[in-house]
């Protein structure tokens, strides 16, 4: 970096900013026209480096599932690098082991079998090779407005077009996202559109494959989408139509897994589907670089060519893993986002009674949305508001994310563990930030 560019008045902030400009692919995007640089986090707060303390209502795209910072989860690492910090899936793992075995009474099902990587681009990238070895197929079914991961595959999987750097080069077909708030079939959706998005797979395997798919892969919350909950039936239609062609369900629970959506530990739980395949990272070991693929035993099996991840399974990461479940577990993490899932359901909907512009309140448990609209009656998305909206909360120190197509969603998916107290705290802020908002027009 040079001197003419970083004087002696620049603050640290805007030195690694500086920095970032310098050092980091543009690529890597980030919030706000002047990022924050964060420093240092407990619990559902974080600070930056001028000190300034933020309610964090993201947690790194809902990653820090316990909290920045838990002191279980750290002491977990700290005594494993002690004592060993990498092996190689060439070794057998005690840590590995045991997250398997954990995720395995936990999983809907008859899944089973783990294969651990680095990310949940990765466990993507695993189940659905799977599926494609198991059934000897190579046709991917996927929605609309879904969010896979970074990989060519999984850019390919993913429907945003600003997620998607190269032109599809893999058979992968999408149909319609069931997407109760702009459904194209009725308004308001009802039950009766679960089977025209049903229908809507069906004809898509028979016009545009050879109708032999290997598989259909969705989040069960669609996260980047906007936080859009499927309506109640579309997941048991979807699975018996992809098995009906000879393919099977890939349930991606990225996001929504270990307890987010409330009261169930797997968001595909809350509509009885099994699935034959299912893959989680992100909150799975509390910010550690974790992704699991887990499959029932005879589809596992299918995978017999030689494989590797030589940072999958990793023993401090797994150490983590193993801490953040035992901590999930015993603060009953489902039933507190249940709870504090419907508080904050309860006080977003009033932020939409008071602004025209918050054309719908959506979500499960820790995963809650405003969709940010131009009027209620058009229903025009409006990433300007969204964007507005954002600024304001940083004013109001809580970080939230957006989401959506354009950009016009406004997500909030806080720490499993974030108290009542927090929850109305956040509510709070959020409700100024709004009116700042309101107030600029």
Same mark, same amino acid.
């Given at each position: 970096?040079?001197?003419?560019?970083?004087?002696?008045?620049?603050?640290?902030?805007?030195?690694?900013?500086?920095?970032?400009?310098?050092?980091?692919?543009?690529?890597?995007?980030?919030?706000?026209?002047?990022?924050?640089?964060?420093?240092?986090?407990?619990?559902?707060?974080?600070?930056?480096?001028?000190?300034?303390?933020?309610?964090?209502?993201?947690?790194?795209?809902?990653?820090?599932?316990?909290?920045?910072?838990?002191?279980?989860?750290?002491?977990?690492?700290?005594?494993?690098?002690?004592?060993?910090?990498?092996?190689?899936?060439?070794?057998?793992?005690?840590?590995?082991?045991?997250?398997?075995?954990?995720?395995?009474?936990?999983?809907?099902?008859?899944?089973?079998?783990?294969?651990?990587?680095?990310?949940?681009?990765?466990?993507?990238?695993?189940?659905?090779?799977?599926?494609?070895?198991?059934?000897?197929?190579?046709?991917?079914?996927?929605?609309?407005?879904?969010?896979?991961?970074?990989?060519?595959?999984?850019?390919?999987?993913?429907?945003?077009?600003?997620?998607?750097?190269?032109?599809?080069?893999?058979?992968?077909?999408?149909?319609?996202?069931?997407?109760?708030?702009?459904?194209?079939?009725?308004?308001?959706?009802?039950?009766?559109?679960? #089977?025209?998005?049903?229908?809507?797979?069906?004809?898509?395997?028979?016009?545009?494959?050879?109708?032999?798919?290997?598989?259909?892969?969705?989040?069960?919350?669609?996260?980047?989408?906007?936080?859009?909950?499927?309506?109640?039936?579309?997941?048991?239609?979807?699975?018996?139509?992809?098995?009906?062609?000879?393919?099977?369900?890939?349930?991606?629970?990225?996001?929504?897994?270990?307890?987010?959506?409330?009261?169930?530990?797997?968001?595909?739980?809350?509509?009885?589907?099994?699935?034959?395949?299912?893959?989680?990272?992100?909150?799975?070991?509390?910010?550690?670089?974790?992704?699991?693929?887990?499959?029932?035993?005879?589809?596992?099996?299918?995978?017999?060519?030689?494989?590797?991840?030589?940072?999958?399974?990793?023993?401090?990461?797994?150490?983590?893993?193993?801490?953040?479940?035992?901590?999930?577990?015993?603060?009953?993490?489902?039933?507190?986002?249940?709870?504090?899932?419907?508080?904050?359901?309860?006080?977003?909907?009033?932020?939409?009674?008071?602004?025209?512009?918050?054309?719908?309140?959506?979500?499960?448990?820790?995963?809650?949305?405003?969709?940010?609209?131009?009027?209620?009656?058009?229903?025009?998305?409006?990433?300007?508001?969204?964007?507005?909206?954002?600024?304001?909360?940083? #004013?109001?120190?809580?970080?939230?994310?957006?989401?959506?197509?354009?950009?016009?969603?406004?997500?909030?998916?806080?720490?499993?563990?974030?108290?009542?107290?927090?929850?109305?705290?956040?509510?709070?802020?959020?409700?100024?930030?709004?009116?700042?908002?309101?107030?600029?027009?």
């Amino acid at each position: 970096m040079s001197g003419s560019e970083v004087g002696t008045t620049m603050s640290r902030a805007e030195e690694l900013r500086a920095a970032q400009r310098e050092y980091i692919f543009p690529c890597v995007g980030t919030y706000y026209p002047e990022p924050l640089v964060l420093a240092e986090g407990s619990g559902v707060w974080v600070k930056d480096v001028n000190g300034v303390e933020y309610l964090d209502l993201f947690a790194g795209i809902l990653t820090t599932s316990v909290g920045h910072c838990h002191p279980d989860v750290n002491a977990a690492v700290q005594e494993q690098l002690g004592r060993l910090g990498h092996t190689s899936s060439l070794y057998i793992s005690e840590n590995q082991i045991e997250v398997a075995r954990r995720l395995s009474e936990i999983s809907p099902g008859a899944l089973n079998k783990c294969f651990f990587t680095s990310s949940g681009t990765e466990a993507v990238e695993t189940a659905v090779m799977l599926a494609c070895m198991y059934t000897g197929r190579t046709e991917i079914m996927a929605l609309r407005l879904a969010y896979s991961g970074r990989s060519i595959l999984a850019t390919n999987i993913t429907a945003h077009a600003p997620w998607r750097p190269l032109a599809s080069t893999l058979p992968v077909k999408h149909v319609l996202a069931p997407y109760p708030y702009r459904c194209p079939f009725k308004s308001p959706c009802d039950d009766s559109c679960v #089977e025209a998005f049903a229908n809507d797979l069906e004809e898509a395997i028979l016009t545009t494959t050879t109708g032999r798919p290997a598989a259909f892969i969705a989040e069960t919350v669609l996260g980047v989408g906007g936080y859009i909950v499927p309506p109640p039936g579309y997941f048991q239609r979807a699975a018996e139509i992809i098995r009906a062609h000879g393919g099977v369900f890939i349930c991606d629970e990225v996001q929504a897994g270990l307890g987010r959506t409330g009261d169930k530990w797997f968001g595909i739980e809350h509509w009885g589907v099994e699935p034959d395949i299912m893959v989680m990272a992100k909150g799975i070991a509390n910010g550690q670089p974790v992704g699991a693929t887990i499959a029932r035993d005879e589809i596992a099996d299918a995978w017999t060519a030689k494989t590797i991840s030589t940072y999958g399974g990793n023993p401090v990461s797994m150490a983590a893993a193993a801490a953040t479940l035992d901590v999930l577990r015993r603060e009953d993490a489902p039933a507190n986002a249940a709870a504090r899932g419907r508080q904050l359901q309860a006080g977003l909907e009033e932020l939409a009674l008071r602004h025209e512009w918050i054309g719908d309140v959506r979500g499960m448990g820790l995963m809650q949305a405003l969709e940010l609209v131009e009027d209620r009656e058009s229903t025009r998305p409006s990433p300007q508001r969204a964007a507005a909206l954002l600024a304001a909360t940083k #004013e109001e120190e809580i970080l939230v994310g957006l989401g959506g197509l354009h950009g016009h969603v406004v997500r909030i998916g806080p720490s499993l563990l974030i108290s009542e107290e927090e929850t109305a705290e956040g509510l709070a802020r959020l409700g100024r930030a709004c009116e700042r908002v309101e107030q600029a027009g």
